[in-house]
């Protein structure tokens, strides 16, 4: 997979699918790596040219020194994307790829053709559950936690289901560097647009999961109701919903860039 030098930063990246096809951003979340995007690759592929990237910090990108900002976490997707001479493209991010996914469509409204947020918010919180995350990575490293968070990441009927996608997630997990993770948190953790989203003019998909903690479905409901014609669906689905259901996930994310 290659890798390109953007400002501060090496981004590793992979691009997939006919280069003659329109371009479909996908955006990792925080703890995970493109990777993350296998269950939708091979469908995906099939429609678009499949643009996936290592958010700073995580998997093979560079891990720069925190905290990392949306903002900035955008602007690496705007530099990937003129390095690759993409004047515009779809964009899917679940989480803090979510988040990045708000910035970009209102910061850079030109630059995006559709969007797709899943099991993300406009908000996050509260901040002290962050700090004391950032607090206990910095001190002990993200192994003592990766268990706890990843159990908020599947369902649990699911998880004893497919062992083999916990120990996947683990292992992504557990291999992103802690000053990357922590820096990560703190993107997440000072993202508030709850005032912005509204100006968000992008056509837009809100997925949510119905078992998912740390955005429930409220927080989607809240995104369809501030973006002006914003669709939402609702998955069976925790946190990953990308994971846990994919041939739903796949079909909603495909009929909505399909429609015209």
């Avoid at 995906?44 to 290592?54: A, G, M, N, T, W």
């Avoid at 901040?127 to 950032?134: E, G, K, Q, S």
Wanted: with cysteine; net charge negative; aromatic share 6%.
């Amino acid at each position: 997979m290659p890798y390109v030098v953007l400002n501060d930063i090496q981004l590793h990246y992979a691009l997939d699918g006919d280069a003659h096809k329109p371009v479909l951003i996908l955006s990792n979340s925080l703890g995970t790596t493109l990777d993350m995007w296998l269950p939708q690759l091979e469908r995906f592929s099939r429609h678009y040219s499949v643009l996936r990237y290592d958010t700073r910090g995580h998997g093979n990108s560079t891990v720069t020194p925190g905290p990392y900002s949306t903002a900035q976490l955008a602007g690496d997707v705007i530099a990937l994307m003129d390095h690759l001479q993409i004047a515009q493209a779809h964009f899917c991010g679940l989480s803090m790829g979510g988040q990045t996914g708000m910035w970009l469509a209102l910061h850079h409204p030109k630059r995006l053709r559709k969007l797709v947020l899943s099991n993300t918010a406009a908000y996050i919180g509260p901040p002290d559950n962050w700090n004391a995350r950032v607090e206990a990575v910095q001190k002990n490293g993200i192994a003592p936690l990766a268990d706890a968070i990843v159990s908020r990441w599947l369902t649990p009927e699911f998880a004893r289901q497919h062992p083999r996608n916990v120990e996947h997630l683990l292992a992504m997990l557990k291999a992103t560097p802690p000053v990357g993770y922590a820096a990560g948190c703190i993107a997440v953790r000072d993202a508030d647009l709850r005032e912005q989203v509204r100006a968000i003019a992008a056509p837009t998909l809100i997925i949510s999961g119905s078992a998912d903690l740390p955005t429930p479905p409220p927080d989607g409901r809240y995104l369809q109701q501030q973006i002006a014609g914003a669709r939402y669906v609702e998955l069976a689905a925790a946190h990953l919903s990308n994971q846990e259901c994919v041939d739903e996930f796949n079909d909603a994310v495909l009929e909505f860039l399909a429609r015209l």
